[in-house]
């Protein structure tokens, strides 16, 4: 066997190669595909590559004329990465099977296989430092109140280089070649043949497993963090606590007494800024959310590879694999949708949207005003 992806392991290639909706691993074989199933792949494609760009375009065009807090920002460069993964992931992946063959060159070749790959670091790497942005906006507030959004487009601008640099690797992988039938496809070779599970787990790792160890590391301390702040608020709670606690207009006799009533408004005062508003609790509720669906869609399908990459013997069936690889490719138009189920009056903006372009100062998305406010700037 050669290094090349058409005689082992064919469906292993998932990752780097087109989706396989053929029965056998062979060459030969690779060249009389399932039709049925190649018919049903192109048709649920572009039913989510329609979804993915009708529902992040919209999110785009809602909030991008509009003042924007921190996880607006997020929000928009979330839906670009969705949309990049419409364009740059679905799209030639459809265009590929309506085709059956690739039609290019061996330039197209290499570039269409890094972009694919980058539209998938791009996706999550984003999502990655929305996390990472409310985890320090809840387990370190003094700290957060610093960051602006300049900040913010550096920790997006990261995430974005990131997945330009580490798909790099697809560059020198693909390339344009023969098949045995004498036209000209788009393949990936490894040689030595030790290399294709390297190559697998280096994404599997960097594409998923590595952020999703950081996302159990940042929302398992945010909900620490929330629980404990919880309890400690709860001595403050007038339902728990009926204690009044005297404003300082009420202190009008005697220094001492003012002082004092100055300390105790101080105290109530910093014990509220330490406890975590509703709007927070909101957006990290959304970002969990988005998180979630993430990882439902995509953990299976990076199970299937790595099992693959280690394990020739795997029982594949063509069926199977391109209903993992369909279901992963939904995350790209699921968080339209999310942003819509933890939204307030964000549908009414939307319906609204082509009548009434301008920013309105009631419109609240997410529980935060689209004005720039200091809570709403966290």
Not at 21 to 26: A, D, F, L, R, S
């Amino acid at each position: 066997m050669n290094g090349s992806c058409l005689n082992n392991l064919n469906f292993t290639c998932l990752l780097f190669t087109e989706l396989t909706t053929y029965e056998t691993t062979n060459q030969s074989d690779y060249l009389h595909r399932d039709e049925t199933l190649a018919q049903v792949e192109i048709a649920v494609q572009a039913v989510i590559f329609v979804f993915a760009v009708f529902g992040n375009a919209t999110v785009l065009g809602v909030l991008f004329p509009r003042k924007r807090t921190r996880m607006h920002l997020f929000m928009m460069h979330l839906s670009l990465a969705d949309l990049f993964v419409a364009f740059c992931n679905v799209l030639p992946q459809l265009i590929w099977d309506v085709t059956y063959v690739f039609i290019g060159n061996d330039f197209l070749c290499r570039l269409v296989k890094y972009l694919q790959i980058v539209a998938m670091y791009a996706s999550s790497y984003v999502m990655l430092m929305s996390a990472i942005d409310r985890y320090i906006a809840i387990c370190h507030p003094f700290f957060s109140h610093k960051i602006r959004s300049g900040k913010v487009h550096l920790m997006v601008c990261i995430a974005w280089v990131l997945s330009l640099v580490l798909p790099v690797p697809q560059l020198l992988i693909f390339s344009y070649k023969v098949r045995e039938d004498g036209q000209y496809d788009c393949w990936a070779t490894f040689n030595p043949e030790w290399t294709l599970p390297l190559t697998i787990t280096y994404y599997t790792v960097t594409v998923f497993f590595l952020p999703i160890i950081i996302l159990t590391f940042c929302y398992g301390r945010i909900c620490y963090v929330v629980i404990k702040r919880s309890r400690k608020n709860d001595q403050f709670n007038p339902t728990r606590n009926p204690s009044p606690v005297p404003s300082y207009h009420e202190c009008v006799e005697g220094r001492e007494a003012q002082a004092f009533c100055k300390i105790n408004v101080k105290l109530v005062k910093n014990c509220r800024k330490n406890g975590i508003s509703r709007t927070k609790i909101k957006t990290v509720r959304l970002t969990l959310a988005v998180v979630l669906c993430y990882f439902i869609c995509w953990t299976p399908f990076f199970l299937f590879q790595m099992w693959g990459a280690y394990d020739s013997s795997a029982p594949y069936t063509s069926k199977a694999f391109v209903i993992i690889l369909l279901f992963a490719s939904l995350n790209s138009c699921t968080n339209p949708w999310i942003y819509l189920a933890f939204s307030d009056g964000l549908m009414d903006r939307i319906r609204h949207w082509k009548f009434n372009p301008t920013p309105t100062s009631h419109f609240i998305m997410s529980g935060f005003p689209l004005q720039t406010t200091t809570e709403a700037a966290v």
